[in-house]
């Protein structure tokens, strides 16, 4: 028996996508490269529930802002 949570094949995207800061005070940027377009941001706790939930228009990269 497995289950799959979060994105699937997490390694395949691991070299693809870059999260800075690290760490940081809850503003941070996202960034794909070309393969990768952004278009739906979900952040959940460690229970499933959605924590923040943002819409990207289409891009490779995207500031989030969660320290509101």
């Known amino acids: 028996f497995s289950q799959h949570v ?3 094949k997490i390694n395949s ?3 693809d996508v870059t999260i800075y800061p690290n760490p940081n005070n809850g503003t941070f940027t996202l960034k794909g490269d ?3 377009m952004i278009n739906d941001l ?3 706790d460690i229970m499933g529930r959605e924590a923040y939930h943002q819409l990207i228009n ?3 990269q995207a500031t989030i802002d969660i320290s509101q």
Do not use: E, V
Request: glycine residues 6%; charged residues 15%; positive net charge.
């Open 6 to 8: 979060g994105i699937p």
């Open 13 to 15: 995207y691991i070299n």
């Open 34 to 36: 070309s393969r990768f």
């Open 42 to 44: 979900r952040i959940t």
């Open 58 to 60: 289409q891009s490779t």
